[in-house]
């Protein structure tokens, strides 16, 4: 097999970045991958460790048959469905790069906007708790946005919090950002209060995977998508039942959410007496996706 068909990319006399682009292209528009042009670009960017404009200011540089051959295999593996982030290992979240591995969920647009609302209601000096840290994508963004703040990230798989901690190296932010394995609020102490609780916790129902595209349902992990079955706000109240401990008056929650699950936990939220202020605002697509509410 040659590139990129991945066996054509080329019938030209040399092989070239062009050649091996518009090749790839083809190859992955023809297996119905989405976004086939911009995962071309971005797989052969870095077995070629070019940005997207480097590409294309190099589109007659000749690619050797080491070149083409690891550009076969992530093909390969892109045609099989498997996310460009895991063939990358690395995310692009609020402009920071970050680590992700089939361990973590991708970091999404819809994320970006749970951190933007976290960030107005984090005051001056304040300590954050993240909780269902994954990557660490909220946890290490919090962090660059306010180097005033600290923040403790807890997850409960180890094999997500070693990718947290390689992100939080990579921004040099190990004296910032504590990173704690443990289920939901085991790794906190008795006492521990936090100005700011913020999470993007399991919020699929199994039974109603409503909406949840097949390449994320195939290789995201299923520990950080799903709720209990048949129950969407099961994670919020695993998170409720340690928020009147743990959030500081006056301090607030912020959580993603999404369809299925927004109503059960909005009502969930605006059923404990300590909370006030509880909304569901929408993001930029206009579907409820952040629950905000503040501890009285």
């Known amino acids: ?53 480097q590409l294309y200011l190099a589109h007659d540089r000749p690619m050797d048959e080491r070149e083409r051959a690891a550009m076969r295999a992530l093909l390969l593996r892109r045609g099989e469905g498997e996310p460009v982030a895991y063939l990358l290992g690395t995310w692009s979240f609020r402009g920071l790069e970050l680590a992700v591995s089939s361990a973590t ?24 708790l993240d909780l269902g840290a994954g990557s660490g994508a909220i946890a290490v963004s919090l962090a660059v946005a306010r180097p005033d703040a600290r923040v403790v990230a807890v997850d409960v798989s180890a094999d997500a919090l070693a990718v947290a901690a390689r992100n939080v190296a990579r921004h040099g932010l190990g004296e910032r950002v504590a990173l ?30 409503d909406g949840l595209a097949a390449d994320v349902a195939a290789y995201e992990p299923a520990l950080a998508l799903f709720s209990a079955p ?7 109240r695993a998170i409720v039942a340690g928020l009147e401990r743990h959030l ?12 299925g699950a927004s109503g059960p936990a909005l009502a969930l939220l605006g059923d404990q007496p300590f909370l006030a202020d509880v909304r569901l605002l929408p993001d930029l697509a206009g579907i409820g996706r952040v629950l905000v509410a503040q501890r009285r």
């Open 248 to 259: 500081r008056s006056g301090g607030w929650f912020v959580a993603e959410t999404g369809v």
């Open 180 to 209: 704690r394995q443990g289920a939901w609020w085991a790794p906190v102490a008795d006492g521990e209060q936090f100005d700011l609780v913020v999470s993007n916790p399991p919020y699929i129902d199994p039974q109603r995977p």
């Open 1 to 53: 097999m040659s590139t990129p068909t991945p066996s054509s990319a080329g019938d030209a006399p040399a092989h070239t970045v062009l050649s091996v682009l518009r090749g790839a292209e083809s190859w992955l528009h023809k297996r119905g991958v989405d976004a086939p042009k911009r995962s071309a670009e971005l797989l052969l960017g870095h077995v070629l460790s070019l940005s997207r404009l």
């Open 230 to 236: 048949g129950d969407a706000a099961s994670c919020y």
């Open 105 to 128: 969920l991708i970091p999404r647009p819809e994320t970006e906007e749970v951190v933007g609302h976290a960030l107005e209601r984090l005051p001056t000096g304040g300590v954050a």
